[in-house]
């Protein structure tokens, strides 16, 4: 029996991939109510069904890619492995899906144009006039097309950055309704909506959805279906107005309410049964859902109640009057990660390097089980960085730098306990008396051209681990391979002053000429490490990265072991 279904499916599974599926997910109302949670989570129920999903991510910016913008404005700039710089959507998907996505599922009208441009100057076009339209859709169209081949896809998922409406999107919007119009049986539509619950009215009202869902009209779309984002669950008269007046039957109006976590998601809208709703829709066989890892894992997260208290000192939180901490998301994801694993709550607190400066306010991260500082560019909040630093190794707190968090560990200790007085980034002072960091080569020529986009050193490198350290000992291997994003590195000529001081380089290219990874001994330090690299891009939900788990873990059993000296002293 077991032969015979698997034979079925795969001949049914050969067959369906001479077309992939496409699902847009576009915004209506307002952004920023987690449209890219919505589409990680569509991809995810219908991997969960057994088909080979991958997801892309639209934004109408005119840069070529995120790398240029600036993360308190546009949040994470998430890295891939093959090194394009892209929105921090691309690492939900990649968490969720837990799949290694490629730079051809990011595109930005920037780099679209770029392509279409490049192909007219060399004749690509064969002498056709070039149009906005048709030729702009129709290479947005080429690249999913190409997306979903690459990656051998059943289904790709496509989010729309923006909401429908907007100038910006509208070529975007374009290239979902020829795609469709080719293949009507194989493409859907869902719009993430908002439906809002004004304090004074005391009821939600679904009137920016019905005129949100009339503009993806006006662009000869028609939503199949409407995941209305609200604070509570949207009650049957809701539900049935948005129905009546948007076109589609009811049971296609998802309800989505503030969720605890991210991770609830997609096991709510199985509730709502989406996953058949969006098989159906995609013209795609019934196949049984397994998503018993995923469910557990989500209720798991509800279930821990011991904390894991981490502060994060950055300094790309402030936007106007708010806090926002969009710009760590993969790190923010890494901790809770690491700290489910260990069955700790993850609590964590976010402060601006700035307030660090005089060291007044040093003793509040006192409380704190362990610190991390994540990674970052220019002068701005530095020295009270570097303060923080200090404190977490002098007052042995578990401390963990991620990139310019590993620069300023080497900074902090050069100046502190090597004795190289005025150490310093070149990135801050090329002219300081021991440039501890400096620029690498290439990385030089490439400023002098004035050559700034997508030019760091980029993407996944390998990198070799040193016996007997914590780092060896958390991976508990030898060889790695790590995303990185920087311009400066350790400077070869004070590896020997500094090792000789005492710090640790355990992990080097393998070439042993870039160092990767700084550390104190396990006899010095309960957890004072760096990495060269971002291990939060390559965490997931249910394999953690093991570099977060030995902090995570460090940071809890130190709060133990207080608690049991305060017993003893008692
Ligand atoms: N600014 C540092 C560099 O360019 C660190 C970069 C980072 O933290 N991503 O090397």
């Known amino acids: 029996m077991a032969t015979s279904r698997t034979s079925v499916s795969s001949r049914a599974s050969r067959a369906e991939k001479k077309h992939p599926a496409y699902v847009f997910v576009v915004g209506g109302v307002i952004s920023g109510v987690g449209k890219g949670i919505t589409a990680s989570s569509i991809a995810k129920i219908i991997q969960s069904r057994g088909f080979t999903v991958t997801a892309m991510k639209i934004d109408p910016y005119v840069n070529v890619d995120a790398g240029t913008m600036n993360p308190t404005e546009h949040g994470e700039v998430f890295v891939l492995d093959d090194g394009y710089e892209t929105d921090q959507d691309l690492g939900n998907y990649e968490r969720f899906l837990n799949i290694t996505i490629p730079s051809g599922n990011y595109m930005t009208t920037g780099r679209v144009y770029q392509a279409v441009i490049d192909r007219e100057r060399n004749l690509g076009y064969k002498g056709q006039c070039v149009q906005v ?10 690249r999913i097309k190409k997306a979903g081949k690459d990656a051998d896809a059943d289904v790709v998922v496509i989010e729309i950055g923006g909401t429908v409406g907007e100038y910006e999107n509208i070529l975007f919007l374009e290239a979902a309704r020829m795609l469709k119009s080719e293949m009507p049986e194989k493409v859907a539509v869902v719009m993430v909506s908002y439906v809002p619950m004004p304090p004074k009215v005391g009821e939600m009202k679904t009137k920016p959805t019905q005129h949100a869902s009339r503009l993806l009209n006006s662009a000869g779309l028609q ?6 984002r609200s604070e509570l669950p949207l009650d049957k008269k809701r539900k049935d107005k948005i129905a009546t007046f948007c076109n589609i039957a ?8 503030d969720a605890d976590s991210i991770y609830d998601i997609p096991v709510n809208f199985e509730k709502d ?3 058949d709703t969006m098989l159906k829709l995609l013209s795609l066989p019934p196949r049984e859902r397994d998503m018993a890892h995923w469910r557990r894992f989500a209720a798991h997260t509800k279930s821990v109640t011991e904390p894991a208290k981490i502060a994060v000192v950055g300094k790309y939180f402030d936007t106007g009057d708010f806090v926002l901490s969009d710009a760590y998301i993969s790190v923010i994801e890494a901790i809770k990660h690491a ?8 609590e964590l607190t976010w402060f601006s390097a700035e307030r660090f400066e005089d060291g007044k306010e040093l003793a509040k991260l006192g409380v704190y089980d362990g610190i991390i500082v994540p990674g970052g560019f220019g002068e701005r909040g530095i020295e009270g960085k570097l303060n923080v630093i ?7 707190i578990p401390y963990f730098g991620l990139c310019y968090g590993m620069q300023l560990l080497t900074i902090e200790y050069a100046r502190h306990v090597a004795g190289l007085k005025g150490a310093n980034t070149a990135e801050i002072d090329a002219k300081a008396p021991h440039v501890v960091i400096d620029i690498m080569e290439d990385q030089r020529k490439k400023l002098e051209h004035g050559d700034y ?12 681990l040193k016996k007997g350290t914590i780092a060896r000992d958390a991976y508990k291997k030898e060889d790695i391979r790590e995303r990185h994003r920087h311009r400066y590195e350790v400077n070869p000529e004070y590896i020997t002053r500094l ?7 355990s992990g080097t290219s393998p070439d042993g000429r870039l160092m990767e990874i700084a550390e104190l001994s396990r006899e010095k330090h309960p957890f004072f490490l760096g990495t060269q690299f971002h291990p939060e891009f390559l965490s997931r939900p249910l394999h953690p990265h093991p570099l977060f788990v030995a902090f995570v873990k460090a940071s809890t059993e130190r709060k133990k072991k207080q608690k049991k000296d305060k017993g003893k002293k008692r």
Request: hydrophobic share 45%; charged share 25%; aromatic share 6%.
């Open 223 to 228: 939503a199949d279906v409407i995941i209305a």
């Open 273 to 275: 049964n989406l996953g």
């Open 453 to 464: 986009g997508g030019s760091m050193r980029l993407g996944a490198y390998p990198a070799v």
């Open 339 to 346: 700290a489910y694993h260990l069955d700790k709550k993850p």
């Open 133 to 142: 339209v048709p030729h702009i859709p129709l290479e947005v169209v080429h």
């Open 250 to 257: 009811s049971e296609r109006v998802i309800s989505a309410p």
């Open 499 to 505: 090792t000789d001081a005492g710090l640790v380089f």
């Open 390 to 396: 200090r404190y977490a190794r002098e007052k042995k």
